[in-house]
């Protein structure tokens, strides 16, 4: 059983960057599909960004230039860095494992494995 745990979020003025960070539990990072994925209070949860076991990357309208991810393997981590945040960034972030190494899109349901999220706030 794969487990993830989200840290790095917290409180940022408009215009500022966070940088997200989920560790993995096992060598999950370097084989499997990985998300980013975020709800905001009343709505519903959003993919935003994705990476493959190759590498390549998806990324959501909302985010595109502004978000990126990327993992690191050597020490099991996934991460986003966020620039340019806005107040409609502000939402619990989660990120995901999805048990194929190919994403095709950023569907929720694709996903298997979830962290518990961090919060970011965005004034």
């Known amino acids: 059983h794969v487990q993830l745990v989200e840290s790095g979020g917290g409180a940022v003025q408009a215009g500022g960057s966070l940088r997200l960070t989920c560790t993995a539990s096992?060598?999950?990072?370097?084989?499997?599909?990985l998300g980013w994925f975020r709800q905001a209070a009343g709505k519903e949860r959003e993919g935003i960004a994705a990476q493959d076991s190759r590498g390549v990357v998806n990324y959501a309208d909302s985010v595109k230039g502004r978000f990126t991810i990327s993992r690191d393997v050597a020490v099991n981590t996934l991460s986003l860095q966020m620039n340019g945040l806005n107040p409609d960034d502000t939402a619990m972030y989660y990120c995901a494992a999805r048990r194929t190494g190919l994403c095709d899109g950023l569907m929720e349901s694709a996903y298997t494995y979830w962290g518990r999220g961090t919060q970011v706030t965005v004034s």
């Open positions: 096992d060598d999950t990072i370097g084989r499997y599909c």
